[in-house]
């Protein structure tokens, strides 16, 4: 198997298809094949450089010419949930008895559809529309409105976390994201709200 960019995977000698990253989850749906699993990182919270994005980075990096010690000016973190509060949306089915996604770790599985060529990320849906197919569904998460800013990802409505991960490290930090009035209508729109989120193959 060969990456060769975010849109084109080649597996067993087939190409085309779709590729996503399923945010909090190790295993991709039925309808999609895994390329890898890892976990999620990206630049500091209290970083006001470095990358925008989060990223799926595999369990097993591969090295090139390297010179340990801390020579560069910019860093990869690990990710960790940050849902203190006790009404998280999200299920806890798939956390192997733990009673909060709260500091721990973010897991991620990257994905190929084969059979189909776009994907969308839709926010504020748990449906997709006529004609296209749901991959997963769940809440729209990203950075805390007082740091620096990162992406909108879509994490999994009943994610899972990463083994022996539960610690305050920080780093990359993932907030559940809340609908607020003004410029976003309301209604139909609800101040303080969860948004869900859902991500869509065709």
Known sequence: MEIVS?????????SGGSVYVRWGRTKCPDSAQLVYAGVAGGSHYTHPGGGGNYQCLPYDPQWGSFQ???QSSTYMYGAEYEVSYTNTPFSLKNTNGIST?????VVCAVCHVP???AHVMIPAKKDCPNTWFKEYNGYLMSAHSTQKRS???CMDEAPEVRPGGKANDN???FYVVEAQCGALPCPNYVAGRE????????
């Open 6 to 14: 975010s849109n084109a995977v080649y597996i067993n000698g087939s």
């Open 68 to 70: 340990d010690g801390t």
């Open 101 to 105: 996604l709260h500091e721990n770790d």
């Open 115 to 117: 059979t189909r060529s």
């Open 151 to 153: 992406t909108f990802e």
């Open 171 to 173: 780093g990359a930090l």
């Open 195 to 202: 948004l869900t989120c859902v991500v869509c193959t065709k």
